[in-house]
Each structure stands twice: as C-alpha cells, then as structure tokens.
C-alpha cells in the first residue's frame, strides 16, 4: 500500500501540519505525514514504527522515476514556518528561545516584540510550532509514498 497521508491532494502549509493538534481540520486535510529519520530525535507516537528509505526516495524523486512525493528536511519545514512568522509580525523575527520554553516564555517573547496585541497572539502558536519542529527535527513527505520504500512496522524502539 505503501505511506498515505491524510489527503495526497490537501494543500494545507507545513505550519498547518505541525499545528494539527489544536486545530484537527487542517491536519485531517493534511497532503504531509512527519516522520525522523532513524536514530533521530523525533517525538516517539505509538507502538510500532515504520521504516522509510527516505535517501533512496530523495534519489528516485531526483531521478524523475517517483512523482507526486515531496521530502521535507527540518531546515525546509522550519523555514516555512519562520517565513509565516515574519509575514504575521511583517519584519524578521529572531526565535532565540530554547526549544522547550514554557508557553509563558513564548507568549512573553511575543509581547516583547512590541507588535500589536493581536499579532503577539497569532504569533505564539508560530513560534511555539517553530520550537517544537527544531526540537523534534521534524521532517515532512508529502503525496503518496511507494511501498517499496516502507519496511516495517516494527515494536517502537523505546530509550
């Protein structure tokens, strides 16, 4: 069958993907499924995992032989959400918050950026979904992966 997201033709940002929890709309319209490359540190969700042969993806997207499938690396995917950053605060935005700063840290870094009260509220989940993507590493694939890239699913590895 191989790796299907939610909807290969949704059309929703990476921002959209990572906020999924708060807002399950967007995520059930999702075209991206995340994933960690192995001995990555990404969130473990389950009890089992799959494999995905994402370098051999990557290759045969390049090639042409795969359509339709897309690979996020983080420094995309957190690109993306910087870019959503600045647009929401309409000037470069610096996050040198830790990656687990409190949403009381994240809420008064935004109000310490002297926007409006409003913006500094469109701005909190952003930059908390920007921590948690540098955090986790978070990749994305978007579309439909063949199965020939997926082995598994395994028992989660727990650490």
């Known amino acids: 069958m191989g790796f299907i997201p939610a909807n290969p033709d949704g059309d929703i940002t990476p921002l959209q993907h990572v906020l999924g929890g708060r807002n399950k709309q967007p995520k ?9 490359p192995e001995g990555g540190q990404g969130k473990i ?3 089992q995992e799959i494999k995905l042969d994402y370098q051999r993806l990557q290759a045969d997207i390049d090639s042409g032989k795969v ?5 996020w690396p983080p420094e995309r995917v957190q690109e993306s959400i910087q870019g959503e950053i600045d647009k929401v605060a309409g000037k470069q935005v610096e996050v040198t918050l830790p990656h ?3 949403p009381q840290e994240v809420q008064q870094f935004a109000e310490d950026l002297g926007l409006s009260k409003s913006k500094a509220e469109k701005l909190i ?3 908390q979904a920007l921590l948690n993507t540098q955090r986790d590493s978070e990749w994305l694939v978007s579309g439909i ?5 997926i082995t598994g ?7």
């Open 28 to 36: 059930e319209n999702s075209q991206f499924t995340s994933f960690a």
């Open 45 to 47: 969700y389950g009890e």
């Open 67 to 71: 359509k339709g499938v897309e690979i």
């Open 100 to 102: 687990d700063a409190s």
């Open 125 to 127: 989940p952003r930059i």
């Open 145 to 149: 992966v063949p199965k020939e890239y």
């Open 153 to 159: 699913p395994y028992p989660t590895a727990r650490p």
